[in-house]
């Protein structure tokens, strides 16, 4: 072996590389590896990652090119050319350890369309590219990108089937409904934006007084679910299914249940919830031996990159809401009642637009805090634990709701609304 300093040296830097660099059938793999996106606004694609071992997805990024990443594995986003970040708003991403592989839920802005066919006009590539980096917590194997390519096209066939804005909403001005007991609401409809065709497959399920609210989990479309919790999501009383097609238009106006199907035969807070299933669309299948995740194929047909929320109506008496119009408000339990010692200690209220998360407070007789819980926007309710009853007792105890800013600032609070728990009903 040459004794040269210099050659020492190269053969050093070529031992460093090797040990560095993974072989080609070791690194992640993805699938699908190319898509058809909406050149003119939002697009939503189910994604599905493997061969992981252990590495761990940190960031998304869009861009215009790629350069090689070394000293790390893949290609990775060229500087001056970044489009825009996957906000973590819209990060629905899931790691599966049993399957060694990872479901992303590629949510792209319209604003990234924008600046991608901003960038073709002026003559660049018409393709951009979406680039995952993956990294080892151990910190033992460098950084791993990972990209999928991204073909500008319109919101046709060619582009996969999914939700890109859902409402639900009563064919009324009230702001919030409220009826008398065994009164009819008005009829329903949900507008529908979206890419792609295909059949919108579903169910309207209605949450009844009392019963445990849905999770954020619960009011996902099942295409958004990686394929081992797809069957896991809770179900309510059905009220009708619906299967209709979607041509490539971009809107439809799906009319909700008979209203006379919904229940209003108890007082209290009922949510009615959009149940989406998945549908097999073809542009936004997934194959998971490609991916290196599995075998066979997830449908991602009608995937959706956010939670669509609950539609809410309240029997009783109107006044009982004490709501002001634009402001957040408590509805249940109603002021001046006892909860009933053996129902689940539920409590709801209306929301805002603008809140990123919702505080609830309890206070006992004296004053002082006893307990504080967070919720996220598109749950308006919370189930107290059961050692609550224990802490206050038959003494009156009272709670709030406050909106909060993605700083955690409040931004609206309710009044302070008194409650008591009913003493249980003594033996014979």
Same mark, same amino acid.
């Given at each position: 072996?040459?004794?040269?300093?210099?050659?020492?040296?190269?053969?050093?830097?070529?031992?460093?590389?090797?040990?560095?660099?993974?072989? !080609?059938?070791?690194?992640?793999?993805?699938?699908?590896?190319?898509?058809?996106?909406?050149?003119?606004?939002?697009?939503?694609?189910?994604?599905?990652?493997?061969?992981?071992?252990?590495?761990?997805?940190?960031?998304?990024?869009?861009?215009?090119?790629?350069?090689?990443?070394?000293?790390?594995?893949?290609?990775?986003?060229?500087?001056?050319?970044?489009?825009?970040?996957?906000?973590?708003?819209?990060?629905?991403?899931?790691?599966?350890?049993?399957?060694?592989?990872?479901?992303?839920?590629?949510?792209?802005?319209?604003?990234?369309?924008?600046?991608?066919?901003?960038?073709?006009?002026?003559?660049?590539?018409?393709?951009?590219?979406?680039?995952?980096?993956?990294?080892?917590?151990?910190? !033992?194997?460098?950084?791993?990108?990972?990209?999928?390519?991204?073909?500008?096209?319109?919101?046709?066939?060619?582009?996969?089937?999914?939700?890109?804005?859902?409402?639900?909403?009563?064919?009324?001005?009230? #702001?919030?409904?409220?009826?008398?007991?065994?009164?009819?609401?008005?009829?329903?409809?949900?507008?529908?934006?979206?890419?792609?065709?295909?059949?919108?497959?579903?169910?309207?399920?209605?949450?009844?007084?009392?019963?445990?609210?849905?999770?954020?989990?619960?009011?996902?479309?099942?295409?958004?679910?990686?394929?081992?919790?797809?069957?896991?999501?809770?179900?309510?009383?059905?009220?009708?299914?619906?299967?209709?097609?979607?041509?490539?238009?971009?809107?439809? /106006?799906?009319?909700?249940?008979?209203?006379?199907?919904?229940?209003?035969?108890?007082?209290?807070?009922?949510?009615?919830?959009?149940?989406?299933?998945?549908?097999?669309?073809?542009?936004?299948?997934?194959?998971?031996?490609? !991916?290196?995740?599995?075998?066979?194929?997830?449908?991602?047909?009608?995937?959706?990159?956010?939670?669509?929320?609950?539609?809410?109506?309240?029997?009783?008496?109107?006044?009982?809401?004490?709501?002001?119009?634009?402001?957040?408000?408590?509805?249940?339990?109603?002021?001046?009642?006892?909860?009933?010692?053996?129902?689940?200690?539920?409590?709801?209220?209306?929301?805002?637009?603008?809140?990123?998360?919702?505080?609830?407070?309890?206070?006992?007789?004296?004053?002082?805090?006893?307990?504080?819980? #967070?919720?996220?926007?598109?749950?308006?309710?919370?189930?107290?634990?059961?050692?609550?009853?224990?802490?206050?007792?038959?003494?009156?105890?009272?709670?709030?709701?406050?909106?909060?800013?993605?700083?955690?600032?409040?931004?609206?609070? /309710?009044?302070?609304?008194?409650? /008591?728990?009913?003493?249980?009903?003594?033996?014979?």
């Amino acid at each position: 072996m040459s004794r040269d300093p210099r050659c020492r040296a190269l053969l050093c830097a070529i031992l460093a590389a090797a040990a560095w660099a993974a072989p !080609a059938g070791a690194q992640i793999q993805r699938d699908p590896n190319g898509v058809n996106v909406n050149a003119f606004g939002a697009t939503t694609v189910f994604l599905t990652f493997g061969n992981l071992q252990g590495m761990v997805p940190v960031e998304a990024t869009w861009c215009g090119e790629l350069v090689d990443a070394a000293p790390d594995v893949g290609r990775k986003c060229a500087p001056g050319t970044i489009f825009g970040r996957l906000p973590i708003r819209y990060d629905l991403s899931r790691v599966s350890a049993a399957r060694d592989g990872f479901t992303d839920i590629m949510s792209i802005p319209a604003s990234v369309a924008r600046r991608a066919y901003q960038a073709a006009e002026r003559g660049e590539n018409s393709a951009f590219f979406y680039v995952r980096r993956f990294t080892d917590p151990a910190g !033992a194997r460098p950084d791993e990108y990972v990209f999928v390519t991204c073909r500008l096209a319109g919101g046709g066939a060619r582009v996969p089937f999914a939700l890109l804005d859902v409402r639900l909403e009563f064919d009324t001005e009230d #702001l919030v409904l409220s009826l008398e007991r065994g009164g009819t609401p008005p009829p329903i409809r949900a507008p529908i934006r979206y890419n792609g065709t295909g059949r919108l497959i579903g169910r309207w399920e209605v949450v009844l007084p009392g019963e445990e609210p849905p999770t954020s989990d619960d009011l996902l479309t099942e295409a958004t679910l990686p394929p081992e919790l797809r069957g896991t999501q809770r179900r309510f009383t059905e009220v009708e299914r619906f299967n209709v097609f979607l041509p490539p238009t971009g809107d439809f /106006t799906l009319e909700g249940p008979d209203p006379e199907t919904l229940p209003t035969h108890m007082k209290g807070l009922y949510m009615i919830l959009l149940r989406i299933e998945a549908d097999d669309d073809k542009e936004g299948d997934s194959n998971l031996g490609n !991916a290196g995740a599995g075998e066979g194929l997830v449908h991602g047909g009608a995937v959706a990159g956010f939670p669509i929320p609950p539609l809410r109506y309240y029997v009783g008496t109107g006044g009982e809401l004490g709501l002001v119009t634009g402001a957040i408000g408590l509805v249940q339990p109603e002021a001046g009642r006892d909860l009933d010692p053996d129902e689940p200690l539920v409590f709801s209220w209306t929301q805002i637009s603008a809140a990123a998360l919702y505080r609830i407070e309890f206070r006992d007789a004296g004053g002082d805090e006893v307990l504080a819980a #967070l919720r996220q926007p598109g749950v308006a309710s919370y189930r107290a634990p059961e050692w609550l009853r224990e802490r206050v007792g038959a003494n009156p105890f009272t709670w709030r709701v406050a909106a909060l800013d993605a700083e955690g600032e409040p931004i609206a609070e /309710t009044e302070w609304r008194a409650a /008591t728990i009913a003493a249980a009903a003594e033996g014979p």
